[in-house]
């Protein structure tokens, strides 16, 4: 079986209980141990994370601990990073032995199947600010500079921009338009048979014109996950 999840958001200021969060997610993980082959955990899973050279921030014991155990078990773990989790560089990989990749999309095959596989912050039309952020972003030099600066100045910034981010984007659509302009982004894509997505903070499973659109939602309120067993693909929600 191949498990998809995204926008788990771990460590955001505006969950209430980080903590119980965590368990949550490590529980999930917990629970596919027994029939994952392969996890795609498919952007924003952490709220902000910065690697610096010789120290990584605090937190995710648990959740790391989880992602360790399934990769020691055989599970092929890949992490595409998302707008909030860009700045993955080599601890996690080395670490755990999970594959990171920084792509607006990449393709694989499954089963005869073929997916495109996204987070979706850089399918279809941005905006030039948007654009400008992303390579800001990416930067090298820029990433340079942004570590020189000490972390008690850039975590506590880096989580405020979160918050309003979060605040002027979800909840002020109609999930149906919200779900029409999902479909507009990805008509530009290469035909596949399933494309899938997160980023959106929605559920979305319908048929489009180039394939099968798939967003998978989120675990700050929907606690939804997408699993491939072959044939079929399905969108379920975590039950405790």
Request: charged share 20%.
């Amino acid at each position: 079986m191949i498990y998809f999840i995204s926008d788990l958001h771990l460590g955001a200021r505006y969950i209430a209980d980080p903590r119980r969060h965590e368990q949550r997610v490590v529980e999930f993980l917990h629970s596919i141990a027994s029939d994952a082959t392969e996890l795609y955990l498919v952007g924003d899973v952490l709220d902000y994370w910065y690697e610096y050279r010789t120290v990584v921030p605090r937190g995710y014991v648990r959740f790391f601990g989880a992602l360790a155990s399934l990769a020691d078990a055989g599970v092929k773990i890949t992490w595409l990073t998302g707008n909030h989790d860009i700045w993955l560089f080599d601890y996690l990989r080395t670490e755990i032995g999970l594959e990171v990749i920084d792509a607006p999309w990449v393709e694989r095959s499954f089963a005869g199947k073929r997916f495109i596989i996204s987070h979706g912050d850089r399918i279809g039309r941005r905006s030039a600010g948007f654009r400008f952020i992303c390579s800001l972003f990416r930067c090298r030099l820029c990433q340079w500079l942004y570590s020189a600066i000490h972390p008690r100045w850039t975590v506590p910034f880096a989580h405020n921009w979160s918050r309003s981010s979060r605040k002027s984007r979800y909840g002020i659509e109609d999930v149906e338009a919200h779900a029409r302009q999902v479909e507009q982004d990805v008509s530009t894509l290469p035909m596949a048979d399933f494309i899938v997505l997160g980023h959106h903070h929605i559920v979305v499973d319908r048929p489009i014109a180039n394939g099968r659109l798939i967003v998978l939602g989120d675990w700050i309120s929907q606690f939804s996950y997408g699993c491939f067993d072959g044939p079929n693909f399905t969108i379920k929600t975590f039950q405790q």
